[in-house]
């Protein structure tokens, strides 16, 4: 017995594993890869995952850590939920209500600034200057404001007293996200920090000369600039190039 196939079956055939196959590989290269890095403490591996712009996220203890989750940088049905979100202010590029209702669950802890919880429901507000232990570890919430850029004459696009920068320890070493900021005289005075996330997002927060400013000054052991924009990251580069103690890492952070 003879099985004959049409010349149509053969031709709807490939048709439909050409659209599979498209199909498949448009998925596939929709899932961005984040650069990461690993980062080894006394209670183990710490991997900071390079979201883009001011989005971090760590992976700790098996914990997922985000910091300030933006939709337009991640699809965050693709990455895992949060054990912890921290925000360090109420900016929409900083404080994303979509990206905050697909991470969160109902054990979900919410780091937050009092502005961010008129937003933010649940959260845990920290003001500048406290010290809490949330989910097992340190938190540190930092000045973070502008002294140079102003949105106006006497109005600063980050006023003091309003933004949160944060230290959060990992095992033995400290981990400074500094939010949006300049080089603010308690930035100068941090101390023992492992790595510092620095902001060099131009008109709204440091230039390369402002961000080496502060790193001569606290001496991170590793300083990756961040939220950098259009900014011209090599002049950061040269600037700290005579510091031997400060490694200046650029990871994609647009």
């Given amino acids: ?26 998925e596939a290269g929709a899932q961005v890869k984040f650069e990461s890095d690993i980062l080894e403490t006394s209670a183990g591996s710490l991997k900071i995952t390079f979201i883009g712009h001011g989005t971090l996220m760590f992976t700790f203890d098996k914990k997922i850590i985000h910091v300030d989750p933006f939709t337009q940088l991640a699809d965050y049905t693709k990455l895992p939920k949060a054990d912890m979100i921290v925000l ?10 979509n990206a905050l209702g697909l991470l969160r669950t109902a054990k979900t802890l919410v780091v937050l ?24 570890l340190r938190i540190e919430a930092v000045p973070a404001y502008n002294i140079v850029h102003m949105r106006s004459q006497g109005v600063p696009f980050h006023p003091k007293g309003v933004g949160n920068g944060y230290i959060i320890t990992f095992g033995d070493k400290r981990v400074y996200i500094a939010g ?29 000369e402002m961000v080496a400013d502060a790193a001569k000054a606290f001496k991170p052991r590793i300083l990756y600039p961040y939220h950098y924009g259009n900014t011209d990251t090599s ?3 040269n600037l700290m190039k005579e510091v031997k103690d400060v490694d200046v890492r650029i990871r994609k952070m647009k």
């Fill in 88 to 97: 360090t202010h109420h900016h929409r590029d900083h404080l994303d209500q």
């Fill in 235 to 237: 002049a950061l580069v």
């Fill in 180 to 208: 949006d900021t300049e080089n603010i005289p308690e930035m100068k005075k941090l101390k023992q920090i492992e790595c510092a996330f620095l902001p060099m997002n131009l008109p709204y927060t440091m230039t390369p």
């Fill in 113 to 136: 600034t009092e502005t961010c919880a008129k937003q933010v429901r649940g959260g845990l507000v920290m003001h500048n200057g406290d010290v809490k232990t949330v989910g097992g």
């Fill in 1 to 26: 017995m003879r099985i004959i196939i049409g010349k149509g079956n053969i031709i709807r055939r490939i048709f439909i594993f050409l659209i599979i196959f498209f199909i498949f590989m448009w």
